[in-house]
């Protein structure tokens, strides 16, 4: 999947209605100082490829793609959360060396251990030129404590309750947001239920008719048969 | 566009001013329950309940509630269809397939179910069993009337509550159960008497 | 509700005057800049006491019959007018989308009936339709089309309960409703005879749906289209002209279109404010670009616009269906390459979208190449609908906020998940 030629290949691609993602990001990096978007390529649907955005600089990217008139993304249609574990990924990197016959290539595989992350992933539409979608991306430092991206809800009230959302079940917190309190769990809730790595609780209740895992919880928490 | 009228344009105002008389608007609404009221006396057609206890209206053949397992022959354990493959099982969306696979004497697994459950306490009718079964042998029955005298009671279906001829099927599917036995190559049976269960319909 | 083209009704919209959306010669759209700043986050108006006289805080729900399943309003009253108003949810919460990252990718099907019970029809297709995008999996001719007609068959099922509990809401009890299910019934014996189920459809595949239409299907099928005219005549002579119900909608929980365009809302809701944005035409999916309709816009984004919209999208569904029904194919109505079992997606994530009923509704997934989705995500158009709530509401009164609540259209499966 980190085939660097692959993956500048795909970002002469193009989201639907608007230039290529090359040129995206010609356009923000110059409009934001430094400003440095990272190209995630998706080779199921190549237009459908994102952007991270770093956080300190995704509020005003975001104000940028919604009011600057070549994006005017004035839409922004779905907010969501990924939970990315730890993984070993396979990169590949390009060596390039110079030679008496010329100019070559060297590939090299490296693997390395990617911490995991917790992301939020934003697609935005325009509702006035029909684009988009275009998806970018904030990326948190970890999965404990260092878990805060920007808000965008001054940009597009639209997330307003879909961050509440991912702040509810993934845990990530949206600095800037108006009204961040759980939405779906209730208030006492501790955990973060759509993590990966999510323990549910030990409540069974008694049924009648348990069956393989849920006849082992059965006998455990009904040994004498249960409440019939 | 017809029913746009005038109604749908402008202010609440000019509203006023197309019915020329306020109260209008109600008395022609009262004009079509009023319709309705007299003509279910003349139409049957605006009679559009039965009742339902007396009356049952006829199901559709493809109409679907819980699944059931077909078998041929006279014998409703030995006859079944079932071949304990577990498919039906492992794609189950709610997890409420149990099964077992026979062994015989000397613990080889055979071809048929020690024990099929079907826990229709968590079974949401969806038929995905039926569609994914390379056996024909699990098929959805249409009986809904499943009321019991306890609240556990009858909840999980066993082997032998599940088990149902294929005379059955054909009473209730037959285009579906007459595919089925082409593919399978069996003669299809003979139309009769209903079997016991079998859901009663009104013509 | 006058019939412009949809760019000038969107421009008009917008403030934009005839502004065309595209460029003054075809090259590269230029589109003038918003006319004033788009919505800024701010305090809301009303989220401080009234400085003097006594507040009334009033929780409607979780189970008042007026919320449309188990959902609460907090509400907080200065004599009778709204200063606040805070939406409470989640008491259906069931984590569908980690149910559904457990199970494979056919699994996930018959859960998406049980979002918005309504119209599991669109549910099952917005869902197939991020599959065959994340897969690259088409379906076949015949396929689209019953996409097309059940789909439709699902909108006016949708609308013509809408309106019916709308009035419930507004206190005409019972003769509307009844009148509305007793079309409802018509449909969804049409869903019964298709897919063996009333509302629990679970009918669409990757690369087609389950089974086929029989001819008489399609021929019951016309023929229940072509009666639903006159029950919309019928409908509008009962109620789009009584004083009772024009005295209480319009001017009734008005949005703007700026708003509703920044807070997501879509849908009817949207297009009732005056926004035309349909995404069967602003982005074409399955065969839509096939049939000929309009897209109703409203002008005064009310609580009547949003009751007109809907009995006028009816009538366009009845055009699309009379126009599905006579151009339908024979043919297969599965794509023999798409598996069911063992289905693997290459490695990416794909967001797949359509015009529910409701507004947006869609799936966005991530997969890893396993048979299971890594990532399952719902974009339920009734959620984030719900975002706005407060600002419609505020300033009104409590039964205004009811009927408020009732054209927003919501359900609570799909709210909570």
């Not at chain 1, 959360?81 to 990169?91: F, I, S």
């Not at chain 3, 996930?108 to 029809?121: E, K």
């Not at chain 3, 509704?361 to 975002?387: K, Q, W």
Request: hydrophobic content about 35%.
């Amino acid at each position: 999947m980190r085939d660097p030629e692959k993956s500048s290949e795909l970002e002469e691609t193009a989201p639907p209605g608007l230039p290529s993602f090359q040129e995206i990001r010609r356009i923000l990096e110059e409009r934001v100082e430094g400003l440095r978007l990272e190209f995630i390529p998706n080779p199921a649907a190549p237009d459908q490829s994102s952007f991270c955005v770093p956080t300190e600089f995704a509020l005003e990217t975001a104000r940028i793609l919604r009011d600057d008139p070549r994006f005017a993304l004035d839409f922004c249609s779905n907010v969501t959360g990924v939970d990315w574990l730890d993984q070993t990924v396979e990169e590949t990197i390009l060596h390039r060396e110079t030679t008496d016959e010329g100019e070559r290539t060297i590939k090299e595989i490296v693997r390395r251990r990617r911490p995991g992350f917790l992301e939020a992933v934003y697609h935005l539409y325009s509702m006035r030129a029909r684009r988009g979608p275009l998806v970018i991306r904030q990326r948190t430092a970890n999965r404990i404590d260092r878990v805060r991206v920007a808000s965008l809800t001054p940009i597009w009230r639209s997330a307003e309750f879909q961050e509440r959302e991912v702040y509810d079940l993934f845990g990530v917190r949206f600095e800037g947001h108006p009204d961040l309190r759980r939405i779906l769990m209730w208030d006492e809730f501790k955990d973060y239920p759509m993590r990966k790595d999510y323990v549910e609780p030990d409540d069974y209740e008694y049924e009648p008719t348990p069956q393989g895992e849920a006849a082992a919880k059965a006998r455990r928490h009904y040994p004498y048969g249960g409440a019939r | 566009m017809s029913g746009l009228g005038n109604n749908a344009s402008g202010t609440p105002g000019e509203e006023k001013g197309a019915s020329s008389m306020l109260g209008l608007g109600i008395l022609k609404g009262l004009g079509v329950t009023l319709r309705n009221f007299l003509g279910s006396y003349r139409d049957p057609e605006r009679l559009i309940t039965v009742e339902y206890p007396e009356e049952r209206l006829p199901l559709p053949e493809q109409s679907r509630a819980f699944p059931m397992l077909i078998y041929d022959g006279e014998d409703p354990i030995g006859g079944l269809r079932c071949v304990a493959c577990k498919i039906c099982e492992k794609e189950c969306p709610s997890q409420c397939i149990y099964i077992v696979k026979d062994r015989d004497a000397r613990g080889r697994p055979m071809k048929r179910p020690k024990i099929f459950d079907l826990d229709i306490s968590t079974c949401m009718g969806c038929g995905i069993c039926a569609e994914v079964c390379p056996f024909d042998s699990i098929k959805m029955d249409a009986a809904y009337e499943r009321s019991a005298e306890s609240r556990f009671e009858r909840l999980l279906l066993r082997k032998e509550d599940l088990a149902k001829p294929n005379a059955y099927y054909h009473k209730i599917h037959p285009t579906e159960a007459a595919e089925a036995d082409a593919r399978l190559g069996i003669a299809s049976p003979e139309p009769e008497a209903p079997p016991e269960g079998a859901p009663e319909k009104a013509a | 509700m006058s019939r412009q083209t949809e760019g000038q009704q969107f421009a008009s919209a917008l403030g934009m005057g005839n502004a065309s959306p595209e460029g003054p010669r075809g090259d590269s759209p230029v589109l003038p800049p918003p006319a004033g700043p788009l919505y800024e986050a701010k305090p809301k108006p009303g989220s401080a006491r009234a400085a003097e006289g006594e507040t009334l805080e009033v929780a409607v729900g979780p189970h008042h019959p007026s919320t449309h399943g188990v959902f609460r309003m907090d509400v907080v009253l200065d004599g009778e007018r709204i200063i606040s108003l805070k939406p409470r949810f989640g008491y259906l919460h069931r984590n569908h989308e980690k149910l559904c990252e457990g199970g494979t990718y056919l699994m996930a099907i018959p859960y998406t009936d049980r979002l918005d019970y309504f119209c599991s029809l669109t549910n099952n297709w917005a869902y197939v339709l991020a599959v065959e995008k994340l897969a690259g999996v088409e379906a076949p001719e015949r396929a689209e089309y019953l996409r097309v007609i059940t789909a439709e068959l699902t909108r006016l099922l949708n609308h013509s309960c809408l309106v019916g509990f709308l009035l419930q809401d507004m206190g005409a009890m019972g003769t509307p409703l009844m009148y509305a299910f007793r079309e409802r019934e018509k449909l969804v014996d049409l869903f019964e005879e298709l897919t063996g189920a009333r509302m629990m459809c679970n009918y669409m595949r990757f690369g087609g749906c389950r089974t086929d239409a029989s001819a008489g299907w399609l021929e019951r099928t016309r023929r229940v289209v072509d009666d639903f005219p006159r029950f919309l005549d019928e409908f509008e002579d009962l109620l789009t002209s009584n004083e009772i119900l024009l005295a209480r909608t319009q001017g009734v929980g008005k949005l703007s279109a700026e708003l509703a365009i920044n807070a997501g809302v879509t849908g009817p809701m949207l297009r009732a404010s005056g926004v035309a944005y349909d995404i069967r035409k602003a982005a074409p999916y399955g065969i839509y670009e096939r049939f000929a309709f309009r897209v109703p816009v409203g002008e005064h984004g009310d609580v009547y616009d949003r009751y007109m919209i809907r009995m006028l999208e009816m009538r366009e569904s009845v055009r699309i269906l009379k126009q599905a029904l006579k151009e339908i194919p024979e043919g297969p109505v599965l794509n023999p390459k798409a598996r069911r079992r063992n289905f693997r997606p290459p490695v990416g994530e794909a967001y797949g979208r359509l015009e529910a009923p409701k507004g947006e509704l869609g799936f966005y997934l991530i997969s890893d190449g396993s048979p299971r989705p890594y990532r399952f995500r719902i974009r339920a158009p009734s959620f984030i609908n719900l975002t706005i709530l407060e600002d419609m509401c505020l300033g009104h009164t409590l039964q205004d906020a009811v009927i408020i609540l009732g054209s927003v259209d919501i359900v609570m499966g799909e709210v909570d998940r």
